[in-house]
T-cell receptor, first 111, second 113 residues
Framework: DQQVKQNSPSLSVQEGRISILNCDYT??????FLWYKKYPAEGPTFLIS?????DKNEDGRFTVFLNKSAKHLSLHIVPSQPGDSAVYFC??????????FGSGTQLTVLP | EPEVTQTPSHQVTQMGQEVILRCVPI?????FYWYRQILGQKVEFLVS????????KSEIFDDQFSVERPDGSNFTLKIRSTKLEDSAMYFC???????????FGPGTRLLVL
């Protein structure tokens, strides 16, 4: 069951540059999307979310873009910092309360 | 800042034994959840709980699993007879309302031998 897909298992960027993490979904009933960050041996930490009535949501260095027609969302981190190095999960939910997670992208920000 | 807490952080058990994983959700939250992550796999939904009853559950959440809110603060997941394949990281989460952001605890690493 691949309702939420993160096709890049890893991404490396230089400190100060933009990180772009991508996520695709197949279930058209999803209407609320979230990004979580996870360090090893810790739980997912909420970063930012977006409702399907919007196409962009911004919070400090983090911006999430939603393209409903393409069933695609992306997380932009500008500027990237070494402390951003973690696994980033995309998650989606619809009328059900359960979150469906992607497989995650390991972001490494190089100093 | 309020946070979800979970105990124990690690649990090792023998196959066939019962385990209880404990969670204290954020105090004014109304919805509670359990997820698990088997090593190398995705985070998977197990169950959601609202108003003292299960509101949704996945196929994973079979008769071996149960959840309870025994008092005003704790939320527990019980596995009646553990199997090797139950070895995973178990995460509790809570949210203030329906389809609001879910906040996760640090997880309990369960190892079944």
């Amino acid at each position: 069951d691949q309702q939420v897909k993160q096709n890049s298992p890893s991404l490396s960027v230089q400190e100060g540059r933009i990180s772009i993490l991508n996520c695709d979904y197949t279930n058209s009933m999803f209407d609320y999307f979230l990004w979580y960050k996870k360090y090893p041996a810790e739980g997912p930490t909420f970063l930012i979310s977006i409702s399907s009535i919007k196409d962009k949501n911004e919070d400090g260095r983090f911006t999430v873009f939603l393209n409903k027609s393409a069933k695609h969302l992306s997380l932009h981190i500008v500027p990237s910092q070494p402390g951003d190095s973690a696994v980033y999960f995309c998650a989606a939910t619809g009328s059900a309360r359960q979150l469906t997670f992607g497989s995650g992208t390991q972001l490494t920000v190089l100093p | 800042e309020p946070e979800v807490t979970q105990t124990p952080s690690h649990q090792v058990t023998q196959m066939g034994q019962e385990v209880i994983l404990r969670c204290v959700p954020i105090s004014n939250h109304l919805y509670f959840y359990w997820y698990r992550q088997i090593l190398g796999q995705k985070v998977e939904f197990l169950v959601s709980f609202y108003n003292n009853e299960i509101s949704e559950k996945s196929e994973i959440f079979d008769d071996q699993f149960s959840v309870e809110r025994p008092d005003g603060s704790n939320f527990t997941l019980k596995i009646r007879s553990t199997k090797l394949e139950d070895s995973a990281m178990y995460f509790c989460a809570s949210s203030p309302g329906f389809q609001e952001t879910q906040y996760f605890g640090p997880g309990t690493r369960l190892l079944v031998l």
